[in-house]
């Protein structure tokens, strides 16, 4: 199982970034997906959950500026964000909630002027 993040960049604070996480061997559409980020120096956090239902869950900080979705035939994860301040900085990870895949290298987002 390898989950491939990508779509991170440098962006002005107020700006958007949409993220993609392609997973090969293991399915999206059938399991939680998340993404967590981690700033230096920090311990990772999560941000936002997607569940094989459809039902999202935003750590809040997030709430209303991004959005997590999936495309099931592309077996894709994504994180749309929007309003993007200099404090959402750091790498971003996908990953199954349950039975964790290794962890890929990331994306990195840095938002800055």
């Known amino acids: 199982v390898q989950l491939q993040a990508s779509g991170g960049g440098l962006v002005q604070p107020g700006g958007s970034l949409r993220l993609s996480c392609v997973a090969s061997g293991r399915s999206v559409s059938l399991n939680v997906m998340e993404w967590y980020r981690q700033a230096p120096g920090k311990q990772r956090e999560l941000v936002a959950t997607?569940?094989?239902?459809?039902?999202?869950y935003y750590e809040d900080s997030v709430k209303g500026r991004f959005t997590i979705s999936r495309d099931n035939a592309k077996n894709t994860v994504y994180l749309q964000m929007s309003s993007l301040k200099p404090e959402d900085t750091a790498g971003y990870y996908c990953?199954?909630?349950?039975?964790?895949?290794?962890w890929g290298q990331g994306t990195l987002v840095t938002v800055s002027s």
């Open positions: 990953n199954y909630r349950y039975a964790p895949a290794p």
């Open positions: 997607i569940t094989s239902g459809g039902s999202t």
